[in-house]
């Protein structure tokens, strides 16, 4: 693992915009993005992060009404916005429709502009029926915030151990979670982050919905956990903007005293 020097350069605040999603109803839905992008903007922060499928909710029998063609309106809008804001905006996901199928798609853009990377769920929900709606992505996922790496996943991946370690081998710092997680398991829901942040050495930044659809309420609990796994900050199941400061040094730190990475023997896991 390489090692980074311990100035403000490895510092990064991050805004998590816990969002109510209004089922079914793009309009309603990116009408909500702005004044949280400004938000954050305002609080200096240097990325925000939305939840899961944050243009429609789980509409899956709609998506051909409702899912965004190509992405073209979600990379639109968060190209401009953060451009005009200067801020790092990562999408959460969205719902999309492309390439004769429908994915649940994450977009995140630099404070230029431009698109630093995509990302299709790849491990799909079927307690919710995504996989009888939506196609599988197949790619890893990672970009770098201030020149720190990082890494995205979407909501039901976190299950799935081995997917968030694939994606720590290349050094990320940082792992995204946008989610729509129920409120029944929200127990689970934090801990399995903080059981991702203690075996990846990494902080884990989530992001989940409130409010409800026609058929689950969601817990929200947006939260951020560092690399021994401790809970930094927790929000209600409210609607709300919170902004929290990271020191990504500490990933040396956690990794330095107990070195997981290089003891790790792959040839024996399957």
Not at 36 to 46: G, I, L, W
Not at 60 to 79: E, F, H, N, P
Not at 81 to 103: D, E, N, R
Not at 242 to 253: A, G, P, R, S
Request: glycine letters at 6%.
């Amino acid at each position: 693992m390489e090692n980074h020097s311990g100035d403000d350069e490895m510092k990064i605040k991050i805004a998590l915009a816990q969002l109510d999603i209004v089922f079914g109803d793009p309009d309603k839905n990116f009408a909500q993005i702005e004044p949280n992008v400004q938000n954050a903007a305002e609080q200096q922060a240097d990325i925000i992060v939305f939840p899961e499928m944050w243009n429609t909710g789980y509409d899956l029998t709609r998506l051909d009404k409702v899912a965004d063609k190509d992405g073209q309106r979600t990379q639109q809008l968060l190209s401009e916005l953060a451009k005009k804001y200067q801020i790092t905006v990562h999408g959460g996901s969205v719902s999309t429709a492309k390439h004769g199928a429908f994915y649940n798609t994450t977009y995140i853009f630099g404070p230029d502009g431009t698109l630093l990377t995509t990302y299709d769920k790849v491990h799909l929900f079927g307690l919710m029926h995504e996989d009888d709606y939506l196609a599988a992505g197949v790619e890893e996922d990672h970009f770098q915030i201030n020149g720190i790496n990082a890494a995205s996943v979407i909501c039901y991946d976190i299950r799935f151990p081995e997917w968030l370690r694939t994606l720590s081998l290349d050094d990320s710092r940082i792992l995204f979670v946008p989610a729509e997680w129920p409120t029944s398991r929200i127990p689970q829901w934090r801990r399995l982050l903080a059981a991702r942040a203690i075996e990846n050495q990494s902080f884990v930044v989530a992001v989940n919905r409130v409010g409800s659809d026609p058929d689950n309420p969601f817990g929200g609990h947006s939260g951020i956990y560092n690399p021994m796994g401790d809970e930094l900050l927790t929000l209600d199941d409210q609607p709300r903007l919170k902004t929290f400061t990271i020191d990504t040094k500490e990933t040396d730190d956690a990794r330095g005293f107990m070195p997981v990475f290089d003891d790790r023997r792959p040839e024996l896991y399957r």
